[in-house]
């Protein structure tokens, strides 16, 4: 019980205490003036002035006490409505975060579907389920396996280019060998010039394009795709751009290549496993397949 109630709750006892005592006081004048009416009406004059202040302190103890007790339910209606809106709240919230990630996910795979549109290239989405970055190897696991129609060498595209190629396989899962890695190559051409090189990891979120004469013309910003002479690419996926320029020792150019996805931010990717397989083309070519 708060102070304020304490004060009130004793300030109504003294106040009973009082009234109790006048009513007797009451009763015995009733009686005594029944016997002796011409002493009645300055009796009761007196009486009024005397019991004025109590009545005027009971009527401002009832106020104020009921006023307590108004508050009281008031402030307790006001908790449980608040309490309801952030239940509410909570809730509008989790359903629009949702949404968003529904929204997020409904756009990259329209971006995927495009790719396969633009390439003529069947293939099937797959989820990253796990993310390798290392000093040995940079390389994703993918969600789709063998049992999906991939293979060893499938390559891997989300919206904004060329992402690797698969390098294992099982009948659930694959796992495709980032453009980053030290051991990835890519054979490449620019897209205006033609000048021609092999796109190689770095182990670091850049490339190096290799093997381009000091003769070619190549320039910062320039678009680096595939060539599909490599037999492991399809003709024409975007690697990424020209980031550096120096001349090269002898021979060739030093150019740097910032890839065009952005790998460690991967989620989904698209599987081309409508294009030709490593063997179907030595096939073509006449050769002996694996």
């Given at each position: 019980m ?7 709750v ?11 005592a ?17 002493i009645?009406g300055s009796l ?19 106020g104020?006490?009921g006023g ?11 908790k ?7 239940r509410r709240?909570?809730?509008l919230?989790a ?5 968003l ?9 329209r971006?995927l ?11 099937v989405v797959?989820?990253v389920?796990g993310y390798?970055?290392s000093n ?10 063998s ?7 499938t390559a ?8 690797g190629?698969v390098?294992?396989?099982?009948p659930s899962?694959?796992k495709v ?6 051991t990835?190559g890519?054979?490449?051409?620019a ?14 979120t850049?490339?190096?394009?290799r093997f381009v004469l000091n003769?070619d013309?190549?320039?910062?910003g320039?678009r ?6 490599d ?5 024409g996926?975007?690697?990424g ?5 120096e001349?090269?020792d ?11 996805v952005?790998?460690?931010?991967l ?12 063997k ?7 050769g002996?397949?694996?």
């Amino acid at each position: 019980m708060s102070p304020t109630t304490k004060a009130f709750v004793e300030k109504g006892r003294k106040a009973a205490g009082t009234a109790l005592a006048l009513f007797l006081l009451s009763t015995l004048l009733s009686a005594y003036t029944a016997k002796r009416p011409h002493i009645a009406g300055s009796l009761s004059g007196a009486f009024t002035e005397v019991l004025y202040p109590l009545l005027s302190s009971i009527s401002s103890l009832r106020g104020g006490v009921g006023g307590i007790w108004d508050g009281y339910i008031a402030l307790r209606g006001v908790k449980e409505e608040n309490h309801e809106l952030r239940r509410r709240l909570e809730v509008l919230e989790a359903q629009n975060s949702r949404l968003l990630e529904l929204r997020h996910e409904n756009d990259r795979l329209r971006g995927l579907l495009k790719v396969g549109e633009e390439t003529q290239l069947s293939g099937v989405v797959a989820d990253v389920i796990g993310y390798e970055a290392s000093n040995w190897v940079q390389a994703i696991t993918l969600n789709r396996g063998s049992a999906d129609g991939v293979w060893v060498g499938t390559a891997a595209v989300d919206q904004e280019g060329l992402v690797g190629r698969v390098i294992a396989v099982s009948p659930s899962t694959s796992k495709v060998l980032l453009i980053t890695d030290p051991t990835s190559g890519v054979d490449a051409i620019a897209q205006d010039t033609r000048a021609h090189g092999v796109v190689e990891g770095n182990g670091s979120t850049l490339c190096r394009w290799r093997f381009v004469l000091n003769d070619d013309e190549v320039k910062i910003g320039d678009r680096i795709i595939t060539s599909g002479m490599d037999g492991l690419f399809p003709k024409g996926l975007l690697v990424g751009v020209v980031s550096a320029i120096e001349p090269g020792d002898g021979l060739f150019q030093s150019v740097d290549v910032r890839p065009a996805v952005r790998l460690p931010h991967l989620e989904s990717v698209l599987l081309l496993t409508g294009a030709q397989r490593p063997k179907d083309i030595l096939a073509d070519q006449g050769g002996r397949a694996p």
